[in-house]
T-cell receptor
Framework: GDSVTQMEGPVTLSEEACLTINCTYTATGYPSLFWYVQYPGEGLQLLLKATKADDKGSNKGFEATYRKETTSFHLEKGSVQVSDSAVYFCALSGDNQGGKLIFGQGTELSVKP | GAVVSQHPSRVICKSGTSVKIECRSLDFQATTMFWYRQFPKQSLMLMAT?????????EQGVEKDKFLINHASLTLSTLTVTSAHPEDSSFYIC?????????????FGSGTRLTVV
């Protein structure tokens, strides 16, 4: 079935460092891809999304490009801040799932001052 | 934007009692809601899909008699954990699919931390 695989955390970075969190997926058809962020004790917030190949989602300095050839949707940010510390989830939704989101395992990011 | 309000945010209950968690869509109609469970340091596990006016669809391994889902209106879905036990302690999150033109997204409630003592 469809699945999402993320790089394992935790990831610890210094402030202003570059961030890449890898995400690859397996799916039939043309799924939509999402990145969600979860701050401690809270629900999930949509960070960005892309609905077709080569689309680039961006928000708050984060970017991810839908790469169908490599089945990837890596999350990047050029300069992280302490406030970016959270857990990041890659997810997909396709025609086969009846509207369900399939989540990766999550990657915890910790940014130190 | 589309908002889902989830209550309560935290609840502590005794073993054997039941707990109801509510999710309301505040400015849109949610024909479908999804209920997730999240253990510490883990991803979200889909428990069931709730459809307005019909029975919920449960994922494999989820006890439908223990986790009762009701979606009686287009703006309210509830999850009741019946006869709760300490192993039911977890973070429960609801989500609604939001449709809008050619694209769509999902909006999540803020979650409910359930502790069974």
């Amino acid at each position: 079935g469809d699945s999402v695989t993320q790089m394992e955390g935790p990831v610890t970075l210094s402030e202003e460092a570059c961030l890449t969190i890898n995400c690859t997926y397996t799916a039939t058809g043309y799924p939509s891809l999402f990145w969600y962020v979860q701050y401690p004790g809270e629900g999930l917030q949509l960070l960005l999304k892309a609905t077709k190949a080569d689309d680039k989602g961006s928000n708050k300095g984060f970017e991810a490009t839908y790469r169908k050839e490599t089945t990837s949707f890596h999350l990047e940010k050029g300069s992280v801040q302490v406030s970016d510390s959270a857990v990041y989830f890659c997810a997909l939704s396709g025609d086969n799932q009846g509207g369900k989101l399939i989540f990766g395992q999550g990657t915890e990011l910790s940014v130190k001052p | 934007g589309a908002v889902v309000s989830q209550h309560p945010s935290r609840v502590i209950c005794k073993s054997g009692t039941s707990v109801k968690i509510e999710c309301r869509s505040l400015d849109f109609q949610a024909t479908t809601m999804f209920w997730y469970r999240q253990f510490p340091k883990q991803s979200l596990m889909l428990m069931a899909t709730s459809n307005e006016g019909s029975k919920a669809t449960y994922e494999q391994g989820v006890e439908k008699d223990k986790f009762l889902i009701n979606h009686a209106s287009l703006t309210l879905s509830t999850l009741t954990v019946t006869s709760a036990h300490p192993e039911d302690s977890s973070f429960y999150i609801c989500s609604a699919r939001v449709r809008g033109g050619a694209s769509y997204g999902y909006t999540f409630g803020s979650g409910t931390r359930l502790t069974v003592v």
